[in-house]
């Protein structure tokens, strides 16, 4: 998922025993015996009790409040007893009460000889009946939902006959279940017929599936999907672009996967080939344009496989969502989830299926144990994004997309707490949600790009490609990472790393010093045009832009003083029609300076942006700008106006800063 600068606050995470757990012999850190195969993870029967152990490795005493690692706090499942192995799912899209209702059968694996009550995450779900037992032969079985926690939901505790290893639980979601959104025909972009998303990430899937909803449990799963005879559905599955329209589709997900990468969409769609297996589905409107901007997906899978190893889920296809999707996009496996709003035209915004397509190997393939590990997931990805974009379209853009992810890096690091800028962050008792910050993403990148820096691009990209094999279809902790490092470049190049430093980039806040600084050269011969034009030594017609990129406007506008004046506005506005643009990216960074100098010339457009767009990482800058430039009355005008079109996520997170919730 591309991040959306969510704005996390949080206890302090560092305490000596964590960091020297985080050295030699990491696996001996978990109190609870993994099942084997897997990373080492494991989580306690109820995900909000949490009772504290000390810690000693090599001499330095853990912190007691410290998070265990490989614990899962933000699942009730009890993965110590039992694993779901596979899904079998029956749902039908009732659009007129906005509820999917079926059934979910789990094949569930016994990790011991006892046999308690089996737990699962859920979140505002009916179960009306539950059924277990072994293979066909099942039986009614008594079942009880426990106290509803804020961020968690509710735990579903079914009691097992004696070696069950089946269970079907028939239920029903709600309709404002926080992972699905449904939409109105005038929401879409033919107007014609109504729309369905699923949103999975972080812990969603629990409200559309009862289930194990902890990214340490892979499951494959199968699918039927019932659907209005008209619209096509489609998942992270296998899809087939020629299914009949007969409201009923079949789906096979043969590679395990976790539970937040289960992913529905429902529409009018349709399908257009991209290459040999790419493809994208979307709304006829907007389907040839997606091709069309989109094209050179293949060519990005093909060196991604050459340089980090094969691409391991048979196709790799787009699905363009209405513009209330509230990320950039989402990696769901074979089928990634894709905002509108990257379509600009002239493929300035392509970075984003750079980053969906990386997850296939970091992220989808290894997966991080618990939301403190997203960095594993985030911080790779956004490292083999840039290494794609360069593949692709030559060292200028690589340099660009770096330099403009580090400058936001340095924004999110000046906007929070030292407690909050940890990669392995502490997310204890909070909704997991909030660990979506350049943190994970460009911390994580910039500390990968350091360690190819020290010991070698073509070794490090060796060192890459073994990691995704070492670890390929499991879920692992940043312990179970730093022991693989330590047992690889570590020991290969003693001479060039050291865990301390490695500890540092980890466990500690900010950037470590002598970190790179990555720049472009495109980027700092604006610095003077810009100083010239503030200083009224050149005129805004007399800059030469013809060639710029978006990366380049984004550059020259977020580098602007916090104020400028009427005359400063409406010489820049006029000159390059600011206001108007097409490029959602260029239109937010100056919308951003319209709502801190009250140029009320914008006031039309920042109100239709805001309408007509879910995606946080523009909406949410935008509501906290207004708000903190006393626009407080405006804020909740537009935003009780927009509210209906919003998905459920975007309520929340905006809610919170319009109303203080």
């Known amino acids: 998922m591309l991040p959306q600068l969510f704005n996390p606050g949080l206890g302090r995470l560092i305490g000596a025993g964590l960091l020297a757990c985080s050295l030699a012999t990491l696996s001996a850190c978990g109190k609870k015996e993994a099942e084997p195969g897997t990373s080492g993870t494991a989580t306690p029967e109820s995900a909000t009790e949490y009772q504290a152990e000390d810690l000693q490795k090599e001499g330095a005493m853990a912190e007691k409040n410290a998070p265990e ?253 209405p513009p209330s999707f509230p990320f950039g996009g989402m990696e769901n496996p074979r089928l990634s989830f894709i905002t509108p709003t990257v379509i600009a035209g002239d493929k300035s915004l392509v970075a984003l299926i750079a980053h969906e397509l990386a997850h296939s190997w970091s992220g989808n393939l290894i997966t991080n144990a618990s939301w403190r590990d997203l960095w594993l997931n985030e911080g790779f990805t956004t490292y083999l994004t840039n290494r794609i974009m360069q593949f692709v379209y030559g060292d200028e853009r690589y340099q660009m997309e770096m330099a403009l992810g580090y400058d936001d890096l340095k924004a999110d690091l000046d906007d929070r ?100 600084q990555p720049t472009s050269d495109a980027f700092t011969k604006l610095d003077p045009i810009r100083e010239q034009w503030l200083n009224g030594e050149m005129k805004a017609g007399d800059i030469d832009t013809k060639g710029w990129t978006f990366h380049q406007w984004k550059y020259f506008l977020d580098g602007m003083p916090e104020k400028l004046s009427a005359d400063q506005l409406q010489e820049l506005d006029s000159t390059f029609d600011l206001t108007q643009s097409k490029n959602n990216e260029i239109a937010f960074s100056w919308l951003m300076i319209a709502v801190r100098n009250d140029y009320q010339p914008a006031n039309a457009r920042l109100e239709d942006f805001l309408v007509s767009i879910g995606r946080n990482k523009f909406l949410r800058p935008l509501y906290r700008n207004l708000v903190e430039n006393g626009k407080t009355d405006e804020a909740k005008r537009i935003f009780e106006k927009a509210k209906p079109g919003y998905h459920p996520l975007t309520v929340k997170v905006n809610s919170k800063i319009i109303y203080g919730d």
């Not at 749902?91 to 209702?101: P, R």
């Not at 694996?109 to 099942?138: C, E, F, H, M, Y």
């Not at 599955?237 to 996967?257: R, S």
């Not at 392995?424 to 790009?449: C, M």
């Open 69 to 321: 690692s490989g614990v899962d706090y933000h699942s009730f499942a009890n993965t110590d007893a039992y694993r779901v192995k596979h899904l079998d799912l029956d749902l039908t899209a009732d659009f007129d009460n906005k509820v999917l209702k079926g059934e979910a059968i789990l094949d569930i694996k016994r990790l011991n000889q006892k046999n308690p009550p089996l737990i699962l995450d859920t979140r505002d779900i009916d179960v009306t009946a539950v059924r277990a037992g072994v293979g066909d032969s099942l039986q009614d079985v008594k079942f009880s939902l426990g106290k509803k926690d804020p961020h968690l939901g509710t735990p579903l505790k079914i009691n097992l006959p004696k070696g069950a290893s089946k269970v079907a639980i028939q239920y029903q979601t709600s309709p404002g279940a926080s992972g699905v959104q449904w939409l109105e025909p005038q929401q879409t972009a033919g107007k014609k017929h109504p729309f369905l998303f699923t949103q999975a990430q972080a812990i969603h899937a629990r409200s559309f599936i009862p289930l194990q909803d902890t990214p340490q449990v892979r499951m494959t799963y199968k699918a039927t999907i019932r659907t209005p005879q008209e619209l096509r559905a489609v998942m992270s599955a296998n899809n087939d672009p020629e299914a009949e329209l007969d409201g009923v589709f079949e789906f096979e997900m043969p590679q395990a996967i976790p539970s937040y990468l289960i992913a529905i969409g429902i529409g009018n769609l349709d399908f257009k080939a991209m290459g040999e297996r790419t493809g994208v589905y979307a709304e006829p409107e907007l389907l040839d344009a997606a091709a069309k901007e989109f094209e050179d997906t293949e060519d990005m899978l093909e060196v991604t496989e050459q340089n980090f190893g094969p691409y391991r889920w048979d196709r790799y296809d787009l699905l363009i969502l």
């Open 417 to 516: 707490e030292d407690k909050d800028e940890i990669m392995a962050i502490d997310l204890r008792g909070r909704d997991p949600d909030e660990v979506f910050s350049n943190i994970p993403y460009e911390k994580g990148s910039l500390f990968l790009y350091e360690l190819e820096q020290k010991v070698g691009r073509e070794n490090f990209d060796k060192f890459l490609m073994e990691y995704f094999n070492h670890f390929a279809f499991q879920s692992i902790t940043t312990e179970d990472f730093v022991k693989y490092l330590d047992d690889t470049l570590l020991k290969q190049y003693p001479d060039k790393l050291d865990r301390a430093r490695i500890q540092q980039w980890i466990f500690e806040p900010g950037i470590p010093e002598g970190a790179p």
